[in-house]
């Protein structure tokens, strides 16, 4: 069950993960593979080609490129991770399931998720969550409550893993959405090369 106390959401009863499958989820993400929920099992994929946000390529239209120098929204990392991630489930249960939650929620506790959220007079309004291997960084999902915020999040972002040293921010697959920044589309053998050079490199996430 999940209750909603003005901005923040909780559950209010957990599913317990095992360890074996966080490890075999880390194992999963460190070969390339991604997990998803499919007819309620979890199991892990990949997509040929994948897509990754590269940082020359990376384009941010300029309507958003100004509002995002007003600094609407103050912009935090990691200061509410599992409202991020139920708040990005909200209409979308078949995409993130409770056990995929809690899954997160363990990664996070080691270091290997993390949220970009957008804040607004005190209120959570918008945010990205994802999960981060060596200088890899994998955007899971986003969502906004207040036009822009997920959007003002991702340029955010992509600002804090250039700096971070990271390689690149693989989004897996694009859509009309993401389409706007510019993804490239990297067939699978190639991706794979470029991702083992990624997890076996070393780059952090900060504000």
């Not at 139920?86 to 056990?99: D, K, L, M, N, Q």
């Not at 040293?165 to 959405?177: L, M």
């Not at 991706?191 to 504000?207: D, T």
């Amino acid at each position: 069950m999940i209750s909603s106390r003005g901005n923040d959401l909780v559950a209010s009863n957990r599913v317990a993960v095992p360890e074996e499958v966080v490890e075999a989820t880390i194992a999963a993400y460190l070969a390339g593979y991604f997990p998803m929920s499919e007819d309620g099992e979890l199991d892990y994929f990949t997509c040929d080609p994948r897509s990754l946000y590269l940082f020359d390529c990376f384009h941010v239209p300029t309507k958003l490129r100004r509002f995002y120098r007003k600094h609407t929204f103050d912009l935090k990392i990691d200061n509410a991770f599992e409202p991020v991630v139920r708040a990005c489930r909200v209409g979308r249960p078949e995409w993130i399931s409770e056990f995929q939650v809690q899954l997160y929620i363990e990664l996070f506790n080691r270091g290997c998720a993390h949220s970009i959220e957008a804040w607004q007079d005190g209120k959570l309004v918008g945010g990205i969550f994802g999960t981060h291997f060596g200088a890899a960084f994998l955007a899971e999902s986003m969502f906004y409550q207040v036009t822009h915020a997920s959007n003002v999040c991702l340029v955010y972002l992509m600002e804090r893993l250039q700096y971070g040293g990271f390689h690149f921010c693989d989004i897996q697959y694009a859509n009309e959405h993401t389409a706007r920044f510019n993804p490239v589309d990297i067939e699978l053998p190639e991706f794979q090369k470029m991702y083992q050079r990624a997890v076996s490199g070393e780059a952090r996430l900060a504000p």
